[in-house]
């Protein structure tokens, strides 16, 4: 198998982490007979600087060009305390996902049983957690039209049909092939896009009988996350919902740092941590490399449907948390102070594992 892939390292502790998830693809290439042809692009708070643009024509082109995408992280502090800031790092990756039609973001939240103490959630109720969330990623209030006014803003929810459509038939066929269990969250008792929502998944749900179907409202799949996580197997939300829930879920894992995510349409698959880009320990090896060589793994399964491959790389991260290894954010007081690395030493243990 021969594919393009481009990077796009982007802020803060982006650049550090996927150094490590393009070195588990070309590690895993190397052995299974697979090659790949490599470019960077700039994205983020980097290109602002650079360009004065979240988001060049350049890398966009290079982006519509590849077979898949790893992505670091967009943002920087600035931003965040100048929120009039026309330009922002955020508007780049927005726009990415908008011209490559990413229609739906797969979160899987894979509980490693080393981690189990990670989590502030007990470990009886978190053992056992498989979830996998599909948000929606190109409507919703992240698209809609903003206003702002004298003394007033706004801004618009806006869902079509066909926007609700074709992520529902992307969670079913996941739930066919899962645990044919289906929870789709929403807020249908207040919100307008919310019963549009609900009544195109109960229209798909049709053309799925064998799928069990369960419709929740946010405020209360929230609560049931934390309080019974295992009740969960395949579960499909909007842009805003999907948002806060796997943030949410990151704390079942232990940590942001080790969430792996795929958005994907029906071209260029984007592979990214769900992590953000953490400037306040960029640069001092500190970051969790794991959940961008977990991203990896679901671009083998997911972009290229090679599964033997990306269990490798799941079973390598195993092994490396199962020796006791940790980075600092998934550590805890009975963690052996040797065995807690840094970025590279970490990511430097998974190769050698894989």
């Not at 070195?23 to 290109?47: N, Q, R």
């Not at 990415?96 to 470990?123: C, H, T, V």
């Amino acid at each position: 198998m021969k594919k393009n892939i481009l990077v796009i390292p982007g802020d803060g502790i982006g650049p550090e982490v996927t150094t490590w998830g393009k070195a588990v693809l070309e590690k895993i290439g190397s052995i299974y007979g697979h090659t790949f042809s490599f470019d960077e692009g700039l994205m983020g708070h980097v290109a602002i600087e650079a360009t004065g643009t979240s988001l060049p024509d350049d890398t966009l082109a290079k982006a519509k060009a590849s077979d898949a995408i790893l992505f670091g992280a967009v943002g920087h502090i600035k931003y965040d305390n100048d929120p009039s800031a026309k330009v922002r790092p955020e508007q780049g990756l927005l726009k990415i996902r908008k011209e490559l039609g990413l229609y739906a973001n797969l979160r899987p939240i894979m509980l490693f049983d080393e981690l189990l103490n990670a989590s502030s959630l007990k470990p009886e109720i978190l053992k056992g957690t498989d979830i996998l969330f599909f948000r929606e990623l190109t409507g919703d209030v992240y698209f809609g039209e903003k206003t702002r006014g004298d003394g007033f803003s706004s801004d618009l929810m806006i869902y079509h049909k066909y926007e609700v459509e074709r992520i529902a038939k992307k969670a079913y066929e996941a739930a066919m092939v899962r645990g044919k269990k289906l929870c789709s969250v929403d807020k249908a008792n207040v919100l307008e896009t919310s019963r549009l929502w609900r009544e195109v998944i109960q229209d798909v749900a049709k053309q799925y009988p064998e799928v069990e179907t369960e419709h929740m409202f946010i405020d209360n799949a929230a609560m049931q996350l934390v309080k019974n996580p295992k009740k969960f197997d395949v579960v499909v939300t909007a842009n805003l919902f999907g948002d806060i829930l796997t943030d949410e879920a990151s704390q079942i894992a232990g940590s942001m740092g080790m969430l792996a995510s795929a958005s994907i349409g029906d071209g260029t698959g984007f592979f990214e941590p769900i992590h953000g880009s953490a400037h306040d320990i960029a640069g001092q090896d500190k970051a969790n490399p794991l959940a961008s060589i977990l991203s990896v793994a679901l671009m083998y399964e997911i972009a290229f449907g090679l599964k033997e491959e990306a269990k490798r790389i799941t079973d390598a991260v195993d092994k490396t948390l199962k020796a006791g290894y940790r980075t600092g954010d998934i550590a805890d007081s009975n963690t052996d102070k040797a065995k807690i690395l840094g970025t590279t030493a970490m990511g430097q243990k998974v190769l050698e594992y894989i």
